[in-house]
Structure formats: structure tokens, C-alpha cells
């Protein structure tokens, strides 16, 4: 299993372009999500997903838009991009939601809007 | 509504020593699960350790050892004799049972260990 992937790795864009970052998992979790870890912040949730159709927001959703037309991806999309969403993003999946189950992180991808 | 603090924002120790790494948490509800995650410099999240709430089993693990107490609201991560390879942020994280906090993983602000040769 590759477990969870991301893409790019890196990316910069200038304010105001619009890019999607990619996310998927082979392990058929229902669960998945995307977080921002900022400095000094720790890790805050954009929007998550139950289940292929059904998406929702986090802690901090403005000016990024999900979907979620199958089990295994998740992607996340930048509108407009303004140098407030200089981040490093992280796609986590899981088996579920309220248990103890183990969310799965993907690698990270650092954006940089100028 | 749920919150994570480790309030030791850096900590340097010299190889060998132990060291700690608090975590407070804060929820209302009675089942709930606490996490700690590994992040060190090439900047992936390793997964260490998942508690139940209703389990406050203390766990070791090699050097790793954890003390949950539920009474104090607390999940400690003690590292014995510390190693060079131990140099990262660690986040301790909080998930619900039930509810809106049961969909997200609330994370502290992370603790960052710097192990000196």
C-alpha cells in the first residue's frame, strides 16, 4: 500500500492564482481530511469528508473548496490564493470517525503565495 | 469545546538525559481519545500512541512511555535516555467519541525537542 499521497510536494504561486492540491489513499478509508500546520499553531482542520459525496468544514474553511467523488480522493482547492494560506498541507485518512482509530498522514505539501 | 495545550514550546536536552513533554487537555466529553504524533525534520507525522479514555494503563515502549491521568487531564511523554534521532515536534491531539469534535484531531501547538550530542 503507498498509504496516503500528496501532490506537488511543493508549490508557489502568486496571490490571486488558483491550484488544487491532490490527495489519495488506497487503504478504502471513509475518513478523510485536510489540515494546515502553521508555525507556532500546531495542526488546525480545512474540511474533512465521511464518505465519497459528503464533505464539510473545519476550523478554518474560507477561500478553500473541497469535493469528494470517490473513496480514494480527496482534493483540496485554492480559489483565490492570498499569502494568509502560506502553509504546509497535510491529508490525513481514516477508517472512521469517533473511535480510536489512527488518522494517516500524507506527506505534506508547503505552498508559498507571494 | 475541546483544546490541547503543551505549554513547553522548545526544550534542549544533552543525549542520554530524559526528558518529558506535558500535555494538558480539555473536553467534556467522557469518552474521548488522546494521541501523540511525532514530526521531525524532513516533516512527515509519525503516529506513536493512541489512549482510550478508559484505559489509563500507563504504556511503555522501548524509551517511550506515556502517563495518562485522567484526574489531572493529562498525557505525559517521557523519552529515557534520549538519542539524537529523537530531535523533532512532537504533538500530543485530542478526538472525540461523538459530536463535531469526533470528525477532527485537535492538535496542541507542539513541543520541539532538540537532543545535543
Known amino acids: 500500500n503507498a498509504g496516503v499521497t500528496q501532490t506537488p510536494k511543493f508549490q508557489v504561486l502568486k496571490t490571486g492564482q488558483s491550484m488544487t492540491l491532490q490527495c489519495a489513499q488506497d487503504?478504502?478509508?471513509?475518513?478523510m481530511s485536510w489540515y494546515r500546520q502553521d508555525p507556532g499553531m500546531g495542526l488546525r482542520l480545512i474540511h474533512y469528508?465521511?464518505?465519497?459525496?459528503?464533505?464539510d468544514q473545519g476550523e478554518v474553511p474560507n477561500g478553500y473548496n473541497v469535493s469528494r467523488s470517490t473513496t480514494e480522493d480527496f482534493p483540496l482547492r485554492l480559489l483565490s490564493a492570498a499569502p494568509s494560506q502560506t502553509s504546509v498541507y497535510f491529508c490525513?485518512?481514516?477508517?472512521?470517525?469517533?473511535?480510536?482509530?489512527?488518522?494517516?498522514f500524507g506527506p505534506g505539501t508547503r505552498l508559498t503565495v507571494t | 469545546a475541546q483544546k490541547v495545550t503543551q505549554a513547553q514550546t522548545e526544550i534542549s536536552v544533552v543525549e542520554k538525559e530524559d526528558v518529558t513533554l506535558d500535555c494538558v487537555y480539555e473536553?467534556?466529553?467522557?469518552?474521548?481519545?488522546l494521541f501523540w504524533y511525532k514530526q521531525p525534520p524532513s516533516g512527515e507525522l509519525v503516529f506513536l500512541i493512541r489512549?482510550?479514555?478508559?484505559?489509563?494503563q500507563n504504556e511503555i515502549s522501548g524509551r517511550y512511555s506515556w502517563n495518562f491521568q485522567k484526574s489531572t487531564s493529562s498525557f505525559n511523554f517521557t523519552i529515557t535516555a534520549s538519542q539524537v534521532v529523537d530531535s523533532a515536534v512532537y504533538f500530543c491531539?485530542?478526538?472525540?467519541?461523538?459530536?463535531?469534535?469526533?470528525?477532527?484531531?485537535?492538535f496542541g501547538k507542539g513541543t520541539k525537542l532538540s537532543v545535543i550530542p
Open positions: 469528508s465521511v464518505g465519497a459525496g459528503i464533505t
Open positions: 491531539a485530542l478526538r472525540s467519541s461523538s459530536g463535531a469534535g469526533s470528525y477532527q484531531l485537535t
Open positions: 489512549r482510550n479514555s478508559f484505559d489509563e
Open positions: 490525513a485518512s481514516s477508517y472512521g470517525t469517533g473511535q480510536s482509530y489512527e488518522q494517516y
Open positions: 473536553t467534556r466529553d467522557t469518552t474521548y481519545y
Open positions: 487503504m478504502n478509508h471513509e475518513y
